[in-house]
C-alpha cells in the first residue's frame, strides 16, 4: 500500500494568513493526487486533482502542487469559511489511500 | 445534478453483517463509478471500495480481508456495500461517493451524507 504522510497535524492559524500544508507519498505517485476539505459536521468536498487542477467553483486562494511523492496544498490568503480539515488522498494505485488529516485551527 | 441518498443508521452486534444502499440520482448511472469511504468517529478517511456499475465489477481494499462486498442495481440506480464479521473497529460513518465524470474513475466528487454504522455487543 502506499502510505501518506501529511505535516502538520495540526496548525494554528489566523484570518489572512498564508498556509501550506504537505503531503508525501512512500512512493511516486506521479500526480496521481487529489486533495479534499471536510469542515467540521459535513462531508468532504474535493477541491483539487491531479496535484495541481483546481475543481470548477473552488476560490482561487486554494492551489496545488507537487509531482512524484511530494505535494503541497496552500491557501494564499485564508478565510473564516477554510477552518476545516484537510485530506490529501492517491489515486495511483489500488488500495486508494488519504493522509490522516491536517486540522486548521484559529489561533 | 448529482444526488445520493443513503440508508439510516443500523447498530449491529459483533459478528454479525449489515448491509446499507445509496441511491443514485445522476444522468446515466452506469457511467459513474461509485466509492465507499468511511469515517470513524473523530478519525480520518478510509477508501472501502468502488463499483463500475456497468460491468457491475468491483475493486476492494484488502483490509477489509473479504468481508466487503460492493454491488449495483442498474435498475433501481442503487449501490449496496455489505460487510461481514463486524467488531467494534467497524463503527463508523460509511459514506457512498460518485466520481465528477464518466472519465474519471478514482476520485471523487459527489458524496452522500453517509450512513452510520454501530458496532456493539
Known amino acids: 500500500d502506499i502510505q501518506m504522510t501529511q505535516t502538520p497535524s495540526t496548525l494554528a492559524v489566523s484570518v489572512g494568513d498564508r498556509v501550506t500544508i504537505t503531503c508525501r507519498a512512500s512512493?511516486?505517485?506521479?500526480?496521481?493526487l487529489a486533495w479534499y476539505q471536510q469542515r467540521p459536521g459535513e462531508v468532504p468536498n474535493l477541491l483539487i486533482y491531479?496535484?495541481?487542477t483546481l475543481r470548477s467553483g473552488v476560490p482561487s486562494r486554494f492551489s496545488g502542487s507537487g509531482s512524484g511523492s511530494e505535494f503541497t496544498l496552500t491557501i494564499s490568503s485564508l478565510q473564516p469559511d477554510d477552518i476545516a480539515t484537510y485530506y490529501c488522498q492517491q489515486y495511483n494505485s489500488f488500495p486508494l489511500t488519504f493522509g490522516q488529516g491536517t486540522k486548521l485551527e484559529i489561533k | 445534478d448529482v444526488n445520493l441518498v443513503q440508508s439510516g443508521a443500523e447498530a449491529k452486534k459483533p459478528g454479525a453483517t449489515v448491509k446499507i444502499s445509496c441511491k443514485v440520482s445522476v444522468n446515466r448511472f452506469t457511467d459513474y463509478y461509485i466509492h465507499w469511504v468511511r469515517q470513524a468517529p473523530g478519525k480520518g478517511l478510509e477508501w472501502v471500495g468502488l463499483?463500475?456499475?456497468?460491468?457491475?465489477?468491483?475493486v476492494y481494499s484488502h483490509h477489509f480481508q473479504g468481508r466487503v462486498t460492493i454491488t449495483a442495481d442498474r435498475f433501481t440506480a442503487t449501490a449496496y456495500m455489505e460487510l461481514s464479521s463486524l467488531t467494534s473497529e467497524d463503527t463508523a460513518l460509511y459514506y457512498c461517493?460518485?466520481?465528477?465524470?464518466?472519465?474519471?474513475?478514482?476520485?471523487?466528487?459527489?458524496w452522500g451524507h453517509g450512513s452510520l454504522i454501530i458496532v456493539s455487543s
Open positions: 491531479k496535484a495541481s
Open positions: 461517493a460518485v466520481v465528477g465524470s464518466p472519465a474519471i474513475t478514482r476520485y471523487v466528487q459527489h
Open positions: 512512493q511516486s505517485i506521479v500526480t496521481w
Open positions: 463499483i463500475d456499475p456497468d460491468d457491475g465489477e468491483p
